[in-house]
């Protein structure tokens, strides 16, 4: 959550971000939103550095799959409203004994249109939930998801998202950089060296914890998942006391396998605020912001009371972002030079 650059520039070109990420040498996941620069740049930085991963971030994903959803029942709407308008019309004439089978007739053509646009719209509903299924980290039935399960699941929706609303969705599910973070969880989780008993024990219980829905209610198939987290509990007991440990270690790894761009999209909030209350964002004024946010404590969640460059490790003379620009700058200069306990 840490912002490390935010320098204002003339292009967003490929050029212009490997100048930002060549000074990053131990950078091994890249995370990001599809834009054109961007995504040139990444692909010759892997060139540079095959233990580089670049992943496309399943937030915009979402999101441009979502709206093109939305269009998609509007569309079936907007077709059911002019149908029912121009049905209402054929019976007003029928009411008052006039002819009105041309009015009936294009009325039927209209509730033909509108059903067939509210079944693709359905179809495409379906079909972009199994998406949404595809791209976690667990399938349904709660075992770790990879990309050959995934691949399946896409390949198999996109016929059904029609239309040129998810031509963008369409192009993004069918790079391979949107499914990396599968890749790279295949390989953090056997790196972490379980045994198969163990590993397949944890999946279980993780699997259950992160799809609560699966053991609830009186259902048969909710008693068994119930049961089979009980049996998982009592094997990792007995097989190996240290299961908690290992419990946690593979927890660790799956929340550093990022998917989402969250804590990009979060500094882009606030910057766009701003941008929205400057009329002039100079470079001097970025880097003020950018103080700002490394050392603002969080209100809530895992980081909670702890800010940016606190997480990162970083040591300084005050953890009030006012009072570090009140030191004078060869004070300042000191005490980020004098050495520090234990070293």
Do not use: I, N, W, Y
């Given at each position: 959550m840490c912002w490390l650059s935010g320098r204002l520039a003339e292009r967003r070109d490929a050029s212009t971000w490997l100048e930002e990420l060549r000074p990053l040498p131990h950078?091994?996941?890249?995370?990001?939103?599809?834009?054109?620069g961007l995504c040139k740049a990444a692909k010759t930085l892997a060139a540079e550095?095959?233990?580089?991963r670049h992943?496309?971030?399943?937030?915009h994903l979402k999101r441009e799959g979502n709206k093109a959803l939305r269009r998609d029942y509007s569309a079936a709407s907007q077709a059911m409203e002019e149908a029912a308008a121009k049905q209402a019309e054929a019976d007003k004439l029928r009411r008052r004994g006039r002819h009105s089978s041309n009015q009936s007739t294009a009325a039927r053509h209209r509730w033909k249109r509108a059903e067939a646009l509210l079944d693709q719209a359905a179809a495409s509903e379906r079909a972009w939930r199994e998406v949404g299924t595809a791209?976690?980290?667990f399938t349904p039935d709660g075992r770790l998801n990879d990309r050959r399960q995934a691949e399946a699941k896409i390949q198999e929706a996109l016929p059904h998202l029609q239309g040129r609303g998810w031509a963008k969705t369409?192009?993004?599910l069918k790079r391979a950089e949107t499914l990396t973070f599968l890749d790279r969880l295949q390989e953090r989780v056997p790196a972490l060296g379980f045994s198969k008993e163990t590993l397949t024990a944890l999946e279980r219980l993780e699997g259950l914890e992160r799809q609560p829905e699966r053991s609830q209610g009186e259902s048969p198939n909710a008693g068994a998942a119930r049961g089979l987290a009980l049996i998982s509990t009592v094997q990792l007991a007995q097989s190996d006391p240290q299961w908690q440990e290992k419990l946690a270690q593979f927890r660790q790894v799956l929340q550093n396998t990022r998917r989402a761009s969250s804590c990009v999209e979060g500094v882009n909030s606030v910057v766009r605020m701003q941008q929205a209350r400057h009329r002039r964002m100079t470079q001097g004024l970025l880097d003020l912001k950018r103080l700002y946010w490394n050392m603002r404590p969080f209100r809530t969640g895992r980081r909670k009371n702890r800010s940016p460059y606190e997480i990162l490790g970083v040591n300084l003379p005050t953890n009030s972002w006012w009072d570090l620009l009140e030191l004078p700058m060869d004070v300042l200069r000191q005490r980020l030079s004098a050495p520090k306990d234990g070293e």
């Open positions: 950078l091994k996941d890249l995370l990001s939103d599809a834009g054109v550095r095959p233990a580089l992943t496309l971030d399943v937030f791209l976690e980290l369409r192009r993004l």
